[in-house]
């Protein structure tokens, strides 16, 4: 099994990517943490919680990270996951603490105690990571590589270039992948490719478990999101593909190259620049994720929300 710190700002498809790391045999889960995006760090460490408490994931500590990006505002993604970056389904009262550490700390000390590197999942944006490789350059060999949702190969949902997690710090996706770490990009361009049709909405309600009524719940809203804000009725879970790719790499294919992200550009600040024409100088410094077996990451989700309860 593969030891995984996930780090997330729930955030409707951020749920899904927790309960594939909580429930897939191949993955160790070892912490969750949190970090501002779709909502306030507030909302994003609840719905974590809510996460685990309606899936009844009790045995993961859970800690609280950055609650703005490195530099600037934060602005959140309410037209698609709602006030409380969590909209649709009832919340439940969380049955589940907080841990008194940062997400740094918590990091930090997972990172240590492991007997074996570790594989960082971000799936927000890189705020937390990137504190965590300021604070503790130290620890960059105990990271096994990172998986982050973010980017895109194409065009980009928050601007015409830049895709939200990484619009939301820049520069914290710059540090990251200038750190040396093994980083690997899963963008819109291979996330646009995991649709919420109603036959997976219907499958994910037929598994019966609570994990199952309450995701379909939030599938039916994040649906009604895009079709609103994107004119997309089938929305893309674009998170749990890190995670699907963590505990199963034949769910998607991937090509080594140079990723650069924009800093100051005029109208592409977040934009991701991934050289899948191999004409950029400069070493190949990251993997990009590009086709991902659809039937596949199906099943897995699947699979996952029937294991939970
Ligand atoms: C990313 O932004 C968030 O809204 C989603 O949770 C995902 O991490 C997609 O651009
Ligand atoms: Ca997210």
């Given at each position: 099994t593969t030891p995984v710190i996930l780090d997330c700002d729930p955030g409707h498809d951020d749920v899904f990517a927790i309960w594939l790391a909580a429930a897939h045999p191949a993955?160790?889960?070892?912490?969750?943490?949190?970090?501002?995006?779709n909502g306030s760090l507030a909302h994003t460490t609840l719905n974590a919680r809510i996460a685990c408490t309606v899936a009844g994931i009790h045995d993961v500590p859970i800690a609280a990270g950055a609650d703005r990006p490195l530099e600037g505002e934060?602005?959140?993604?309410?037209?698609?996951?709602g006030a409380n970056a969590l909209g649709g389904p009832a919340l439940p009262e969380p049955d589940v603490a907080l841990d008194d550490r940062s997400a740094?700390?918590?990091?930090?000390?997972?990172?240590?105690?492991?007997?074996?590197?570790?594989?960082?999942v971000p799936t927000g944006p890189l705020t937390n990571v990137a504190t965590l490789l300021r604070q503790h350059p130290e620890l960059l060999a105990r990271i096994a590589r990172i998986v982050w949702?973010?980017?895109?190969?194409?065009?980009?949902?928050s601007t015409p270039y830049a895709e939200f997690n990484a619009w939301t710090d820049p520069e914290a996706v710059h540090e990251?992948?200038?750190s040396g770490v093994d980083v690997t990009m899963v963008g819109l361009n291979i996330s646009h490719q995991a649709l919420v049709t109603a036959d997976v909405r219907e499958r994910v309600r037929a598994t019966g478990t609570r994990t199952g009524a309450f995701g379909f719940e939030l599938m039916e809203f994040f649906c009604a999101a895009y079709a609103q804000v994107e004119g997309m009725p089938d929305a893309p879970l674009h998170d749990p593909i890190t995670v699907a790719m963590v505990a199963d790499p034949a769910v998607a294919t991937m090509v080594r190259t140079r990723v650069d992200v924009e800093l100051t550009g005029t109208h592409t600040r977040g934009a991701t620049s991934a050289d899948l024409l191999g004409v950029v100088p400069g070493e190949r410094n990251a993997n990009v994720a590009?086709?991902?077996d659809v039937d596949r990451f199906w099943s897995m989700i699947v699979d996952a929300v029937a294991?939970?309860?």
């Open positions: 993955i160790d889960l070892r912490a969750i943490t949190t970090v501002a995006g934060l602005h959140v993604a309410a037209d698609i996951h740094v700390e918590l990091m930090r000390d997972v990172l240590t105690e492991a007997s074996e590197p570790v594989t960082i949702m973010g980017g895109s190969t194409g065009r980009g949902n990251t992948i200038a590009l086709d991902l294991a939970l309860r």
